[in-house]
């Protein structure tokens, strides 16, 4: 098979980066793995450095860069998206109430997708909104299986204690009653990428007077359902 694309220094620049996936290499490791001229290999090499796509380590050789990180990074939020969309309708639809798509970013939770209700009384949380990470239950969730330095420090001035964590990674959902914003509710479960990581969290809100003080046991088996949906199309497209 050929794997020339008829653009000569783009496949060259692919053969750098294809021997840099086997580990870190010098310059001569490079020549030898690529078959390229030493100047020619040499030369992209540090061009992609440029660009951030090839880094250097502790002992100067070469090795695959951070860029190549971020774009893998934007490349999953896209599949998420993409899969959660229709995922979300349906839970909207299955209980009548708004549904969330959540991603940490920092100290902060960023509602990245939203299935609306359609009429009525709505707990509206724009796409884009930024809400802190002290209170709510897709807080919880983006926080109750974090390594324990991260979960500790997550827990100072948070409305939720230690001992609500362990119940949610015990029962694998959260709920909050009044806990972000008074007289709302809501449902939370976690979205798992690569190694079981949470990567995301999937939630449902809505007043209190819907969804009572006791959300969990109304709507956590749907939320828990739509979560595990969306982990399961985000592993088949990896």
Known sequence: ?????????????????????AGPASLAQLVQATG????????????????????????????LGPRLSELSTAAGEDRLLAVA????????????????????????????????????????VPVGSA?????????????????????HRGLRGAKFTAATLAS???RGWAHS????????ASVSAPIRGAGGKVIAAVSVSGPIERLTRTPGRMHAAPVVAAAERITEAMRRAN
């Not at 050929?2 to 692919?14: E, F, I, T, W, Y």
């Not at 969309?85 to 100290?107: F, N």
Request: hydrophobic content about 40%; proline content about 3%.
């Open 36 to 63: 390229l001229a030493r100047p020619t290999a040499h030369r992209l090499a540090v061009a992609l450095e440029h660009h951030r796509i090839v880094s250097r380590d502790t002992q100067g050789r070469f090795v």
């Open 168 to 170: 949610v990674r015990r």
């Open 85 to 124: 969309g229709p995922v979300l309708t349906h839970l909207r639809d299955l209980t009548g109430e708004s549904a969330q798509l959540y991603r940490r970013q920092g100290d902060e939770r960023v509602c990245v997708a939203a299935a609306e209700r359609a009429s009525g009384l709505r707990d509206t």
């Open 177 to 184: 009653v009044g806990e972000r914003e008074q007289g709302v």
């Open 1 to 21: 098979m050929d794997n020339s694309s008829g653009v000569g220094v783009l496949d060259k620049a692919v053969l750098v980066l294809n021997a840099l996936e």
């Open 131 to 151: 809400l802190p990470m002290i209170a709510g239950s897709a807080a919880q969730i983006l926080l109750a299986w974090e390594e324990p330095d991260r979960l």
